[in-house]
């Protein structure tokens, strides 16, 4: 594995926890450092399993493979000490938390990031904040509402892409942060994501999606196409095009090509 | 008579009809006859199983032997503030700022002070003891006849008869108390049953806030403390009550509280229980005059086999009255907690706002509550509703904070602050949210 790589997946299977049924069925994929990737791929192709399976999700079992993570083992770390040592999921699905206002919620995501006994200066955080707001062209007051209760599909994503902006990861992974937003609100996005990447060039990003236009709107380095758990297809940004032209019919195991993995 | 009761020294200090005589020795004839009468209506009085609907929820067999305790026979400590248990003045040194505070130690009022200038307006704070001597006429009026008579069950009779100490705050018409009444308790006997009253009668258009903290360490054997809580808003006064209670294990917690508000008065309760094995709190608010609003607060966290149980009722007895309830807690361990409420609204009660809540937030599997809101309408112009949730911190929730870095710890800290904090929000007594933020933290970080 090169020194630029970030993530290196190996022969991953995975399943529900209590249950038999294999979702991933063998991932190969290498992500190196400042790339950005795109996962396509048909519902219950297990895109959405891999996402959970690298933020660390109770609810799977890793059944055979491997995952490096800067050249260390990822599956041995807690949800929370993979979110320390550099990994954000973007929800496809944001929780709702009653009562925890995001300000309140940021505040201890960015502490836990802070090295041993470092104390969080809450006047820089609060600049950071308002700064990373406006940029995502949020109301300062949305600080004060409480985490995604009662906020609209678009105002989720908004907010998953704020928290992933505070938290300065090293390896984001965008779970159809595309789906459910207008185009306006995908512009918003995608721009916010473009700064992020600009601001910190060896940042990597997986992006997991359906459709070709978010795509138009972040560049990726690399597409691969995932069929029934594995990834069947790898190529540059003109995968994503024929996708979009053929649709995912034919792309059963059988005829995959396996080009480039 | 004095005499008689001396020798009957030794055998005194059980819950028993000597008992009664020898706490009221030296008290005036109506009381004596209004507990002898409460001991009788306590004797006639089966105790309350299971099958009763208000009870179905706290099995008393189980949970209480009033057989094995015995009342208290300490002397009364010094007023001087350097003898008191440590864990008391922590507690006294977090609220300084106050209108009065009283110190009540092992069921004895050790230490009473108010303002003076509030003082000399005609306010009276002092212990009920002294109130009987000193305000003799008042304290006749209102003590166990209104508001908890002896008549209202076996354990309001129980304490109507054995009550040996408690409050009386008396604010006159127009004052107003800027700053709250600041009530400490520290409980160190075991096996002992302590019985005391708070008695609270605001005046036409007075205001005044209330700040009730009960404290103790774990107790080797059960521990019982029973209080009957009388308070009376006239005509526009604003009353505020709140009780705090931090009792270490081996407790059985006790409070009966009724609420009179008349006409166009707000008189709001506030019940936080966060500690001793079982908790029974028994809240009857009633609306006598028009315009008479009541809101009533309450939150519990509990822990390992902590039992709660809140039993409210509230009765609009008055045209255009209001009230909403909103009970919530968090359940951790094998914690259990019921939450039974009635609304009800009288026939002539129209124009009536009523509107209950209770919410359960669970932290672990082995963690129960029940909840049984209920309505009893007789009027017909009237805006009710009432619900009850039991919600569980889920897996996703759980995953979804820890994804941003936050250990579980940290992930329930925030949830069950959150959870909690719209009951906090609506305090507006500064210290007291600190205060209980804190012991939430504290109970939080030992079971994580």
Known sequence: MSDASILKIEGL????????????????????????????????????????????????????????????????????????????LAFQYPVEIPGVSIANFLRTAVQAHQADGEELDIFEFSDILTERMELLEMDVTFAERHVNDGFSGGEKKRNEILQMAMLKPKLAVMDETDSGLDIDALKVVASGVNTLTEEDPEMSILLITHYQRLLDHIEPDRVHVMVDGRIVRSGGPEVAHQLEAEGYRGWSEADSIADGV | MAKAVAGMEGVTSAL?????????????????????????????????????????????????????????????????????????????????????????????????????????????????????????????????????????????????????????????????LELPVRVTRWLSEAGTAYFSRVLIVAEAQSQVSYVDEVLSDDFESQTYTSTAVELIAREGARVQYVAVQRLGRGAFYQSMQRTLAQRDSKLDTLNVALGASVTRVDLNARLLGPGANSDMLGLYFGDDDQHFDFNTSQDHVAEHTSSDLLYKGALDGASRAAFRGIIRVLPGAQGTDAYQTNRNLLLSPESRADSLPNLEIEADDVKCSHGATVGQLDDEAKFYLMSRGLSLIQAERLVVLGFLGEVLAKLPLGGVVDKVTRVIEQKLAQHG
Do not use: C
């Open chain 1, 13 to 88: 299977e995975a399943k529900v926890a209590d249950e038999d049924l294999p979702i991933l069925t063998g991932v190969d994929l290498e992500i190196g450092k400042g790339e950005i990737h795109a996962i396509m791929g048909p519902n219950g192709s297990g895109k959405s399993t891999l996402a959970k399976v690298l933020a660390g999700h109770p609810g799977y079992e890793v059944t055979s493979g491997s995952v490096l993570f800067q050249g260390s083992n990822l599956l041995e770390l807690e949800a929370d000490e993979r979110s320390q040592a550099g990994i954000f």
């Open chain 2, 16 to 176: 028993n009809p000597a008992a009664v005589e020898r706490i009221g020795m030296s008290e005036p004839e109506w009381l004596r006859e209004r507990r002898a009468h409460a001991w009788d209506v306590y004797e006639r009085t089966p105790m309350p199983t299971i099958r009763l609907e208000e009870w179905r929820y706290t099995n008393l067999k189980k949970k209480l032997d009033l057989n094995s305790l015995q009342l208290s026979d300490a002397e009364a400590m010094s007023d001087d503030a350097s003898t008191w248990p440590e864990r008391l003045r922590a507690a006294m040194d977090e609220d300084r700022e106050a209108s009065g505070h009283i110190v009540i130690i092992d069921g004895h009022v050790v230490h009473a002070d108010v303002d003076k200038q509030l003082a000399t307006q005609g306010v009276i704070l002092e212990s009920l003891q002294e109130a009987i001597t000193n305000h003799e006429e008042l304290v006749r009026e209102h003590l166990a006849t209104d508001a908890v008579p002896a008549e209202e069950g076996k354990f309001a009779a129980l304490n109507a008869a054995l009550w040996s100490d408690g409050i009386f705050l008396y604010v006159p018409k127009g004052v107003q």
